[in-house]
């Protein structure tokens, strides 16, 4: 089966997503086959498109939004660390240079 690999477990998630948008096509293809009037104009057939995308899309926006956020996690948590650990590293630094006396700060 095209959605699994040989060790049946799923693809890669980006290359599922375009799999998605080969079945949009196909969809709106074969639509505007049986139903020529919908893609008589530019416009008719920017609109059929854009409701079978949206048809489709409405009834999987969750899955491929946490599938998305899934991705991404192992990313997002890594690049929160290193904020983290910038904005102590800098407020430490910021913290020190106003306990050390400056040397201004004695009489000359």
Same mark, same amino acid.
Request: hydrophobic share 30%; charged share 35%; proline share 4%.
């Given at each position: 089966?095209?959605?699994?690999?040989?060790?049946?477990?799923?693809?890669?998630?980006?290359?599922?997503?375009?799999?998605?948008?080969? #079945?949009? %096509?196909?969809? =709106?293809?074969?639509?505007?086959? *049986?139903?020529?009037?919908?893609?008589?104009?530019?416009?008719?057939? +920017?609109?059929?498109?854009?409701?079978?995308?949206?048809?489709?899309?409405?009834?999987?926006?969750?899955?491929?939004?946490?599938?998305?956020?899934?991705? #991404?996690? %192992?990313?997002? =948590?890594?690049?929160?660390?290193? *904020?983290?650990?910038?904005?102590?590293?800098?407020?430490?630094?910021? +913290?020190?240079?106003?306990?050390?006396?400056?040397?201004?700060?004695?009489?000359?």
């Amino acid at each position: 089966d095209k959605w699994y690999d040989n060790e049946s477990s799923f693809r890669d998630p980006r290359e599922r997503r375009q799999d998605v948008h080969g #079945v949009l %096509e196909h969809i =709106t293809a074969t639509l505007i086959e *049986i139903r020529p009037g919908l893609g008589a104009t530019r416009r008719l057939r +920017r609109l059929t498109t854009t409701a079978v995308e949206a048809f489709v899309f409405g009834e999987l926006y969750d899955l491929v939004f946490a599938e998305i956020k899934e991705e #991404v996690r %192992e990313k997002d =948590t890594n690049l929160m660390q290193k *904020i983290s650990d910038f904005e102590m590293n800098h407020y430490s630094k910021k +913290r020190q240079q106003k306990e050390m006396p400056s040397v201004h700060s004695y009489p000359v």
